[in-house]
């Protein structure tokens, strides 16, 4: 015991840096996200040819007018990188509600009911997880035609895999403990235990599938907008504008570097609060 | 034994029947397909002729057995758009993806290993904190972006690499390493924290009071118990990098099967996307079943039960 | 000709925070049984690790002096360490269930030892292996070696464990507490079965152990340890006709010994547990539980000799 605290001491005040590095990025983006329409200095649709692909401020000849510089069709960057914070965080939240409303009712009543329904909510999990999510993903958008809505629906149905196993294997820990016991002996009905004595004690995982899905589904919108089959244009998804200044990267390398970094730095933050947020709890990831 | 084997095959055949359906209704999902396949310029009767060409006018039932019967049979239809056999294309296509894939499980692994294992070891030394730190960083890499920004530094800049496709073998370093960032992370905590677990384990004091070497208590006595978990993990992640190679193969434009399939996608050309699909479940749920009886190899005690 | 181990004024604690072990001292002469006696959590197992460095990271380890048949083992590096261990003195455990590795045949785990410390072939090895198998009463040798560890019964397990420890031939063998975790008739016969191969083999065996009955039978010392220090030592006989330390006399109204213990008389007991104790921690650790004690044993106590290799640790006089 005594060992396991003097190795753990050096590491727990590592550990909480990070949380609170992660907690701050969070919180910022999460600002930027709410406030965007006051924070912005330009409109980031309005486009400027005159003023293409300027150059942000730490390189020689830029505009006072714009910090990070202009994309090719002249509108700001910093304008358009903070919307895009937005849309990001906006998939993230959505896409992981809707996963987590399915994968958290698969995963309890399979691990609450066992027997014939587990089977099955196991079976829908171990499908789940053969779909190429990407390719499905992109299939279905570029059939029905992309839209934010057809965005967060498609990912959500797809990524409810991680709750559905977290949710089903905690139930199966709880259902077994004295007070489901208790509660069961008391005469509460199944749908009162499952909602008052089951989801909240195992909420805590809960919450830590939900930071890593956040940031899995912030990526790969950034990833089928990079594909052209994400964001509709012109809105200024990250992936989207880094898919657009491809042409330009070689020339130009900051046009890819700025939301590239930015759509980094927003996952790790994310990434860096729910590793933070599981040491909290001291709940392992399955 | 022999009932664990049967009864997976059962699982796996159910699952690749259901994607199947899924893969089936996903490509139904845009209404008429007609019409999409004819284009915007075409007349009420050409829709009706190639209704009728494609066996469209039958009923979707039909249609859909139709397809599986055939596929059953290896033959999964005819491209719209390459108007070609849709299994000669995936054929062509596949050693493009399996190459990239595997080198991609290959460099995971090379750099996972000794990472997990040596931090493991160092448990709560600056190393090991470096290591953590590496994963995390990998976890919030964005997978194309990265690539295009190794394209820049070894394709550009230093001109090492070639930026785009595979006719040299060099061509196949930057997209696996790409594809690799995405395991990385995953295979290293599991491999650090099995490592961990087995160290602490009475079996290795009783290694250690045998006095054996540290290679071998490591590699030998630690490792083997750590693989379990990690040989299963790795068939997993080797599916999900063929699955996602979609995105490497376009940045890098690899001609492989996650290509065709963007391709297809863009032309609306659906017997090749629910074949390509398909095809890419089938091989992860195979995967899946290889890495069950992997795992049946290393630990003797699934072995009996 | 020195003895075949010495330990003197052994300490031992876990990143300075907690003494598991605190001045222990001892001497294992060859061909003697000698047994390590104590409640849980006296530093027994960490005294036992100690010796063999098989202590988890983070322990700190020191010694006045340490050594194995007149070599000094604490300055010895790991390599050094490692050709002495499971050669030349060799361990068996707590935990047969857990001590065999699950992914290796008892065969494979028994021969390695004995192909690192000597020069054999896997032939000579494995007739090596199925012969001490025999011997620690194993039937059928040649279908154990073939077999995992999850294939055998916790007692045929030790058995394996005790056959492995002797591969080499070592002249020291420790034993912690290796009945512990087995029913009670494997463990009468895995005990005959140490005491047998001890005599025939003229083994030294350092036995750990909180079972007096053991001792009584196997014993040729005793040492007595509380939190971390060993508090009275003597020859077994001596120590059971005349234990000196309060302890110890509480330790043996706790079991009952045939002859010695009256019908329908109440079995003692020892009121409290043992303490944790901190570095720094001064005079006798047992005070608190010690029907004796007074405020003099908050201070450095004294070490008493009752005559002859007969000493304990105590205010009170012999």
């Known amino acids: 015991m005594s060992t396991a605290a003097t190795v753990a001491g050096p590491k727990r005040g590592w550990r909480n840096a990070g949380t609170w590095i992660g907690a701050i990025i969070v919180g910022a983006a999460a600002f930027c996200a709410l406030f965007a329409p006051l924070l912005v200095p330009h409109d980031p649709f309005a486009q400027d040819l005159g003023k293409r692909l300027l150059v942000p401020f730490w390189m020689e000849g830029t505009d006072p007018q714009h910090l990070l510089g202009t994309d090719q069709l002249g509108r700001d960057y910093l304008a358009r990188l903070i919307y895009g914070c937005r849309i990001s965080m906006t998939i993230g939240v959505t896409v992981s509600i809707v996963s987590g409303l399915i994968g958290i009712t698969m995963g309890i009543l399979g691990g609450f009911m066992g027997g014939r329904v587990d089977d099955a909510v196991l079976f829908a999990i171990t499908t789940r997880l053969s779909l190429p999510v990407v390719l499905v993903a992109l299939a279905v958008v570029g059939l029905l035609g992309s839209s934010m809505t057809l965005l967060v629906l498609t990912l959500g149905l797809l990524l409810w895999d991680r709750f559905a196993v977290v949710a089903r294997s905690t139930t199966m820990q709880v259902r077994n403990l004295d007070f489901v016991s208790a509660a069961w002996c008391a005469g509460c009905s199944r749908f009162r235990i499952l909602t008052r004595e089951v989801l909240p004690n195992i909420a805590s995982h809960l919450v830590v599938v939900a930071t890593l899905e956040i940031a899995l589904a912030i990526l790969l919108e950034a990833a089928l907008s990079f594909l052209g089959l994400g964001v509709p244009p012109p809105l200024p998804s990250w992936g989207l504008m880094i898919s657009e200044a491809k042409d330009y990267m070689f020339f130009s390398p900051w046009v890819i570097m700025i939301p590239g970094v930015a759509l980094f730095v927003l996952v790790l933050g994310i990434n860096l609060l729910g590793d933070g947020l599981r040491d909290a709890f001291g709940t392992r990831e399955r | ?305 | 000709m020195s003895a075949l181990l010495e330990v003197e004024r052994l300490e031992v604690d876990f990143g300075g925070k907690v003494a598991a072990v605190r001045g222990t001292s001892f001497t294992v002469e060859r061909g003697e049984t000698h047994c390590l006696v104590g409640e849980s959590g006296c530093g027994k197992s960490v005294t036992a690790l100690s010796i063999m460095d098989l202590l988890a990271r983070g322990a700190r380890r020191r010694a006045q002096r340490l050594s194995f048949e007149g070599n000094d083992l604490r300055g010895l590096s790991d390599k050094a360490m490692a050709r002495l261990r499971g050669n030349e003195m060799a361990m068996i455990f707590q935990e047969p269930m857990t001590s065999l590795n699950p992914a290796y045949t008892v065969g494979s785990q028994m021969t390695e030892g004995l192909r690192r410390h000597r020069k054999v072939s896997q032939r000579e090895a494995t007739d090596r292996a199925a012969d001490l198998l025999a011997r620690v009463g194993i039937t059928a040798p040649g279908l154990r070696l073939g077999q995992f560890p999850h294939q055998l019964s916790g007692g045929l397990r030790q058995r394996v464990m005790i056959a492995m420890a002797l591969m080499c031939e070592p002249k020291l063998l420790i034993a912690d507490e290796p009945t512990t975790a087995l029913d009670v008739t494997v463990q009468a016969q895995i005990l005959r079965l140490l005491a047998t191969l001890q005599r025939d083999l003229g083994l030294g065996l350092l036995l750990i152990t909180h079972d007096l009955g053991i001792v009584a039978r196997i014993a040729t010392r005793v040492s007595v340890m509380y939190a971390g220090e060993v508090v009275e030592s003597a020859a077994t006989a001596d120590l059971f006709a005349n234990p000196k330390h309060p302890y110890t006399q509480g330790l043996l109204r706790c079991v009952p010994v045939p002859g010695k213990i009256q019908r329908d008389q109440p079995l003692g007991s020892i009121p409290g547990t043992v303490p944790r104790i901190g570095p720094g921690f001064e005079g006798c650790a047992f005070r608190e539980r010690c029907g004796f004690a007074d405020e003099t044993c908050a201070h450095a106590v004294p070490r008493h000799n009752a005559g002859g290799t007969h000493d304990f640790l105590c205010r009170l006089p012999a």
């Open chain 2, 1 to 305: 034994m022999l009932q664990f084997i049967v009864r997976r095959l059962i699982v796996a055949l159910l699952v690749a029947a259901t994607v199947m359906v899924l893969a089936f209704i996903l490509t139904r999902l845009s209404g008429d397909l007609a019409t999409s396949i004819a284009g915007p310029g075409a007349t009420a009767g050409d829709i009706v002729a190639i209704r009728k060409a494609y066996g469209l006018d039958r009923p979707v039932i039909v249609q859909f057995f139709d397809w599986v019967g055939r596929a059953l049979t290896g033959d999964l239809g005819d491209s719209y758009f390459f108007k070609t056999r849709v299994a000669s294309l995936i054929g062509e296509r596949m050693p493009v993806t399996l190459t990239l894939g595997m080198t991609g499980l290959t460099i995971a692994l090379l750099v996972s290993l000794p990472l997990g294992i040596l931090a493991a070891v160092r448990e709560g030394t600056g190393f090991d904190r470096a290591v953590q730190l590496v994963t995390v960083i990998g976890q919030a890499m964005p997978s194309f972006w990265l690539g295009l920004i190794l394209m820049i530094v070894f394709g550009l800049q230093l001109g090492w690499l070639p930026t785009s496709g595979v006719d040299t073998w060099d061509g196949y370093i930057m997209p696996g390493v790409v594809l690799a960032f995405s395991s990385i992370p995953a295979l290293t905590r599991l491999t650090r924290a099995g490592m961990i677990q087995a160290m602490a384990s009475d079996y290795i004091r009783t290694a250690r009071a045998k006095g054996l070497s540290r290679a071998s208590i490591l590699l030998k006595h630690a490792l083997r118990n750590a693989a379990i978990p990690i040989v299963a993990i790795a068939a997993v992640q080797l599916g999900f990098m063929l699955g996602g190679s979609i995105v490497i193969e376009q940045v890098f434009a690899l001609h492989g099967v996650g290509f065709l399939a963007w391709e297809s996608i863009q032309k609306n050309d659906f017997p090749v996307v629910q074949s390509v699909v398909m095809v890419l479940a089938v091989i992860y749920v195979a995967l899946t079943m290889v890495a069950d009886l992997m795992n049946a190899v290393l630990d003797p005690r699934l072995r009996a039960g």
